[in-house]
């Protein structure tokens, strides 16, 4: 069965520095997101991205971050000056319409 | 924006019973309801979802019903198993966004054997 992949699973950064998470969404999906859950909390939505461009954006989705396909397979998230309160699991996930599969997660510790 | 809201937050069953988790949302233009199961540190999981045009849906030992004109929809489990245990987080579509799923603070569902 098609799944969502994430690398890396865990990323340990300094205080203002820059991360890329990785993530490669199922084939045939035309839709992708990015949400993050801090430990504990419920999962929050960070950005969707269709055609090339993102078509929603949550108030978390500040300046530090940004949202990119670089090729036909994969899609990033860029956060430029990590914070502290960064330090949660991203999930990635895809859509053909409105049914979410979300990748397994990468885990970034911002200390 | 949409204000999602579970109950309750933790629930405890024998195995064999059965659990229902009810989640209540505010958008009226919301139009479609899954439920997820997050088992401990993985990913959220689909495990059945409902559109706004149908009242009830049912997947084996998993129901999901709809009440649009209250403005609720719940998660029925029956004849409960061990590996049932995990936190189900509703979340319904933000109404008119494209995935903008709005997620539920969760319940943690623990079934004893």
């Known amino acids: 069965e098609p799944e969502v992949t994430q690398t890396p699973s865990h990323q340990v950064t300094q205080m203002g520095q820059e991360v890329i998470l990785r993530c490669v969404p199922i084939?045939?999906?035309?839709?992708f997101y990015w949400y993050r859950q801090i430990l504990g909390q419920k999962v929050e939505f960070l950005v969707s991205?269709?055609?090339?461009?993102?078509?929603?954006k949550s108030e978390i989705f500040d300046d530090q971050f940004s949202v990119e396909r670089p090729d036909g397979s994969n899609f990033t998230l860029k956060i430029r000056s990590t914070k502290l309160e960064d330090s949660a699991m991203y999930f990635c996930?895809?859509?053909?319409?409105?049914?979410?599969?979300f990748g397994s997660g990468t885990q970034l510790s911002v200390l | 924006g949409e204000n999602v809201e579970q109950h309750p937050s933790t629930l405890s069953v024998q195995e064999g019973d059965s659990a229902v988790i009810k989640c209540t949302y505010s958008?009226?233009?919301?139009?479609?309801f899954p439920w997820y199961k997050q088992e401990l540190g993985k990913r959220p999981q689909l495990i059945i979802d409902i559109r706004s045009n149908v009242g009830e849906k049912k997947d084996q030992r998993i129901a999901v019903t709809l009440n649009k004109t209250a403005k609720h929809f719940s998660l029925h489990i029956t004849e409960t198993q061990p590996e049932d245990s995990a936190v189900y987080f509703c979340?319904?579509?933000?109404?008119?966004?494209?995935?903008?799923?709005?997620f539920g603070k969760g319940t943690k569902l623990s079934v004893k054997p």
């Open positions: 084939s045939n999906h035309l839709y």
């Open positions: 991205f269709y055609n090339n461009e993102i078509s929603e």
């Open positions: 979340a319904p579509i933000y109404g008119g966004s494209q995935g903008n799923l709005i």
């Open positions: 958008d009226s233009a919301s139009n479609y």
């Open positions: 996930a895809s859509s053909e319409v409105e049914k979410l599969f």
